[in-house]
């Protein structure tokens, strides 16, 4: 039995660990939006169905021998399928859908391998019950196959992305993948061998030791295998946009829900009595509770608070799903039926999140609908369960008490939603991530404004006052980097000037009326907003052009634009797009500088300190360093805390008063970062290990010691 249980370890290792690297590889083509993970996470739900409904087909209706060799071709297949190469050009264009861009580029890349490996774990358990001295407990390999799995996520960001670049990442992978086809062959090999016996005599191999006429499992336990795994792939994926996107931007926040996910499969299927339903579901109903008054509460609890919180009810939930699941389990002859049904709830509850929501939605409402309806589930099946407390309202003063908090859960959730609606004026929804215009300060004329904020995080804010409309707000004020490059490198004479990411387009209000703007900006909502709900481009002075489209994939095709200002503003948040920091992507920055040019780059970002790696591209290019970190004062509620970066080989406008008083020296500097290139990037090394938040207008900014 050790054979198939080292099976299932490393298959589930490869399955897990092949996810981030494919990520890895997307990222760049589609413009490091954070949504290419949630849809590679249905890629894999996708093709775990597969695998499950391939492991299905064939130990219904083929003899352990047969099931050997036809699992063998595809093991060849998928080793034929070698080396991994993932890239834009393998699927033609789908007219601008980049989700199903991402499916279709996945399928054609890696399909066959992660199909294969998507059928370990049903299989192994149904080869380990048959022949000879059966597996009893089979189960319990599927707890093991989410341990190795637990283990390949939590691994990769902390042990393998900082010392392996990515084609060394895919190639060991690939030797990884050798190595499981032939231990799966040889696992086989021995289940052909230990059936031997029986299939000689013209006895079945099932397992000896259990009923073989059982009936079938009945239509309403076959829905709960359904509906249980679909509410916890729903909340799965739902919790992981509303703390990653919503709540905090911090960099491998992600790990901890699909950590949490892959732990409660594990826990409740090693051992039953881990999963107690007397305490789970009252537990899980008070921390949903509990998730109620963060969300309504959160200008005033502190962002640890919050993340645990939401961990807490959503580990609940899913111990409360998977619990339920195991006492549900059918005997091993239906086992694989079951495991379908399992990948079908997982895909039904993934695909909800990544396709339907957005369309939905112009929010994360679906977090909400997740935590209400893992319950829900929970209590319709206590209702119908005999051996429940809550048997058709048998305990009724446990039923009032369950109702009443859902009750109070769901109010509460429209409360919370309704919340802002007086201020809120516009929201969107899109794969590039949430946009919402909100107005505050309404009855006050000199404080009224305009903001803009993808999920949490300010793109933009104007204020109303005719005095103030046109004044540089935000990240972008007279002190900051932004500001005072543009006052003062070459004020009198026409500039050309590429602004990568756009936001409201605060920075044309430096322009001159012989200046001309180029802006870079891939998500689509972020120009029509910008052009809908703000002035900037309509009043601006210069001459203002939008490309639309990845700021780096678009200068790679350009002619040298010949610009005296490049800017990189595309650092808010933990969805950090690497590709734009890479040496590869300032050798094409550095074509289109005009000589004496400066480039400049925001970095403003409570988690990472991006520093030591614009730094080690300067000296690659042999450019100057000035860093300006600009922290405004108490009354200046129109401004954001900034951190910039100017690269240049003008020496004199580096060392000009006004750049000079304003640059900050830090010992960081003097030490070269890490050298990121296509192939390497790594961002747990550049972790800060101190910062400090302040809220001012709504919005979350940063201040250091």
Known sequence: MALYAWTVLLGSFLLFEVQPIAGKYLLPMFGGSPSVWTVCLLFFQAFLLGGYAYAHVLTRYAGPRLQAGVHALLLLMSVACLPVTIRLDRVADLGGRPVLQVLAILAVSIGVPVLALSATSPLMQAWATLGVAPLRRPYRLYALSNVAGLVAVASYPFLVEPVFSRTLQAKVWCLGMTGYALLCLSAGVVTVWRTRDTLEAGLSAANPGEDQTARRPG?????????????????????????????????????????????????????????????????????????????????????????????????????????????????????????????????????????????????????????????????????NDRASRLYHGRDRRAWAFLVCALLISALAFQQEAVRFSGNRRCAARNFFGTLTVYEFALKNPLRRHSLLQNGNVTHGLQAWDPQRRLLPTSYYGEQSGAGLLLRHLRPEVPRHIGVVGMGIGTLVAYGKASDRFRFYEINPEVSKVAAAHFSYLAEARAHVTIVPGDGRLSLEREAPQGFDILVLDVFTSDAIPVHVLTREAFSVYQKHLNSGGVMLVNISNPHLDLTPVIRTAALQMGMRVAVIVHIPAPNEWWLNGSHWVMLSTNDEFLSSPAIAAATRASPKLAAVGPFWTDDYTALFPLLKRRCHFRLKGGTQTETRE
């Open 219 to 383: 239509a309403r336990r076959v829905l709960a295998w359904l509906c249980l795994p679909a509410c916890s792939s729903l909340l799965l994926m739902a919790v992981t946009n509303k703390i990653c996107q919503d709540v905090a931007p911090v960099p491998f926040l992600w790990l901890l829900p699909l950590c949490l996910y892959l732990a409660s499969w594990a826990i409740c299927f090693d051992r039953p009595q881990w999963y107690v339903r007397q305490w789970c579901l009252p537990a899980m109903l008070i921390a949903v509770m509990g998730v109620c008054a963060v969300l309504i509460l959160r200008a005033y609890l502190a962002v640890q608070v919050q993340i645990g919180v939401c961990a807490l009810a959503f580990l609940l939930c899913c111990l409360g799903c998977h619990g339920e699941l195991v006492r549900l389990q059918p005997p091993t002859r239906h086992l694989t039926a079951f495991y379908l049904m399992i990948g079908l709830g997982g895909l039904l509850g993934g695909g909800f999140v990544a396709v339907a929501a957005p369309l939905l939605f112009n929010d994360y409402r679906e977090f909400q609908i997740g935590l209400l309806l893992c319950p829900v589930v929970l209590l319709v099946l206590c209702f």
